[in-house]
């Protein structure tokens, strides 16, 4: 099992990005709350994983912090809840937000997220409310630049989040500004999705 990769940071686009270690370049999959720190291309790394195999592929999901890789976890043991959601879940909410949402039960933010519906998020309340005080080690400020066309690219990342193409490209003209990074477009459209 790979529990960790440090190397240098040889691609970016989200949800992918790869890691070269010692020549070698494995590829992840990371939610947008990685993906807002992450350095330049070309410089070191070091990324929690986790290893995810099934009957028919293999995948290697990327943290920069343990908390989100634990949350990851935890959220796939939730009943119907999968890869693609937990890192959906990852991408719209910092681990400390989701922490305080399963706290007091509001079904409605949960709900918010791309593939989560009432049933869903009532039993993510109810399966994660006794880990809820555990949850926890959430976000940093957004660093760095992912691309030359940041609503483009915002909208490319949020339909690989879950959603359509027409939302997602009505989000990042909403929340873009002269000046923006991908990222910032991106943190502002999904913060504005669960208001």
């Not at 939730?78 to 989701?98: E, M, Q």
């Not at 066309?149 to 339909?159: G, W």
Request: hydrophobic share 45%; glycine share 10%; no cysteine.
């Amino acid at each position: 099992m790979i529990g960790r990769l440090r190397g240098l940071l040889a691609y970016k686009q989200p949800p992918w990005l790869v890691i070269d270690v010692g020549g070698v370049g494995y590829e992840l999959e990371a939610p947008m709350s990685t993906f807002y720190d992450l350095p330049d291309v070309g410089r070191d790394v070091i990324l929690y994983t986790h290893y995810a195999q099934k009957e028919d592929s293999v995948a290697l999901y990327g943290f920069l912090r343990e908390g989100e890789r634990r949350l990851f976890r935890d959220l796939q043991k939730v009943t119907g809840i999968g890869a693609k959601i937990a890192l959906a879940v990852l991408s719209g909410i910092s681990v400390d937000d989701f922490a305080r949402l399963i706290q007091t039960a509001d079904v409605a933010a949960l709900t918010r997220v791309p593939g989560i519906g009432k049933k869903t998020a009532e039993r993510m309340v109810v399966e994660l409310k006794d880990r809820a005080a555990d949850i926890g080690g959430g976000g940093a400020p957004i660093t760095g630049q992912l691309g030359n066309d940041p609503v483009s690219e915002a909208t490319v990342a949020l339909q690989q989040l879950g959603y359509k193409p027409a939302e997602a490209a009505k989000m990042a003209r909403d929340a873009s500004m002269e000046g923006d990074e991908v990222a910032t477009v991106i943190r502002k459209a999904l913060q504005a999705a669960l208001r």
